[in-house]
């Protein structure tokens, strides 16, 4: 027996099932579809995932490999989802490239004008 003994929690010790499953979970999905993630492996790549999201791919949370929620890209309806998942549409993914190679664009004014610009108050 090794210095550190069981305590007779699962957590403490994963399984090679559990590593091999979590690996699995963490393939890509085709395009639109809905991934498949449990509550444990959210939790253990929580960034990962939501980078995932970020870029236009919904997950469903299951708990016991029954689903009990889903993530869906801020701006996109489970409508949307749906099609997307039938192939009817495309979602929009993140574009391309370093942000930092991207061309600037000139801008008079400043954070506060393109807030009143946006509430639809006059610019001076």
């Not at 099932?17 to 492996?41: D, F, H, K, Q, S």
């Not at 960034?47 to 869906?72: K, M, N, W």
């Not at 000139?106 to 506060?112: E, K, M, R, S």
């Amino acid at each position: 027996m090794s210095a550190r003994s069981y305590n007779g929690y699962m957590s403490e010790m994963k399984s090679a099932t559990t590593r091999t499953r979590g690996a699995a979970a963490r393939t890509e999905a085709p395009a639109g579809a809905a991934r498949l993630v449990g509550v444990r492996e959210l939790r253990d790549h929580l960034s990962e995932y939501l980078q995932q999201v970020r870029a236009g791919t919904p997950l469903t949370v299951t708990e016991h490999g029954r689903p009990i929620a889903t993530i869906v890209p801020r701006g996109f309806s489970l409508e949307l989802l749906d099609l997307a998942a039938r192939g009817i549409v495309t979602l929009p993914g993140l574009p391309k490239g370093d942000p930092s190679s991207w061309p600037r664009v000139p801008v008079d004014g400043g954070t506060d004008d393109l807030v009143d610009w946006a509430k639809g108050e006059q610019l001076p």
